[in-house]
């Protein structure tokens, strides 16, 4: 590339815990060396009937700006959604 050669490095880690049938919780941070970045997300999701789903989902970013392994808080975000399929 015309600006140089670089690296990339990309760390990933991802859990999900599946209570019952109609209950689950998935999490995922995720971090790179170029933005400095590092990226939660939390999804609570629920299923109470086919057709009926419901999720609770946290975003989460922090950003170490001085690249001093000192992350401040870049972004926050909670969603709730409910979502219902009308049949007929």
């Known amino acids: 590339m015309p600006q140089g050669d670089f ?6 880690y991802s859990a999900e815990w599946i209570f019952s049938a109609d ?6 941070v995720q971090y790179d060396n170029v ?9 609570v999701q629920w299923i109470p009937q086919a057709g009926r789903e419901g999720f609770i ?10 690249r001093d392994y000192r992350f401040r808080s870049q ?4 969603v709730v959604k ?3 399929t009308f049949r007929y």
């Open 82 to 84: 409910f979502n219902y």
């Open 23 to 28: 209950l689950a919780w998935t999490n995922l």
């Open 7 to 12: 690296s990339t490095r990309l760390v990933r």
């Open 57 to 66: 989902v946290l975003n989460y970013n922090l950003q170490d700006y001085d």
């Open 35 to 43: 933005s400095e970045e590092v990226g939660i997300s939390s999804r």
């Open 75 to 78: 972004l926050s975000d909670l």
